[in-house]
């Protein structure tokens, strides 16, 4: 079992910044990936950035050049630097980790306000 937090969320106002922070806690070896994902209301959950064990990342379309991965081994954490934030990014953000099977937080609110 995978057990992953989140925290950072809130609200902001556009062209402001937040990150957002993932501790993974029990069975963390074996993980292929860490991974953020958002759901709008009424849309699909989305792929917003992925991090490989291997230090591979993939971003959205939307959010290349404006928010970036990285990951802390050493507090098994994984965040995520969100700057320039506009009101398209207002969604709940969730924390995944890949493994055998996918485990995921419980999610954070992120709020952008025009």
């Known amino acids: 079992q995978v057990q992953l937090v989140e925290s950072g969320g809130g609200l902001v106002q556009a062209g402001g910044s937040l990150r957002l922070s993932c501790a993974a806690s029990?069975?963390?070896?074996?993980?292929?990936?860490m991974g953020w994902y958002r759901q709008a209301p009424g849309k699909q959950r989305e792929l917003v950035a992925r991090?490989?064990?291997?230090?591979?990342?993939k971003y959205a379309d939307s959010v290349k050049g404006r928010f970036t991965i990285s990951r802390e081994y050493a507090k098994n954490t994984v965040y995520l630097q969100m700057n320039s934030l506009q009101p398209e990014d207002t969604a709940v953000y969730y924390c995944?980790?890949?493994?055998?099977?996918?485990?995921w937080g419980q999610g954070t609110q992120v709020t952008v306000s025009s």
């Open positions: 995944g980790a890949f493994l055998w099977r996918e485990y």
């Open positions: 029990g069975s963390i070896v074996g993980i292929i990936a």
């Open positions: 991090l490989s064990s291997h230090g591979i990342t």
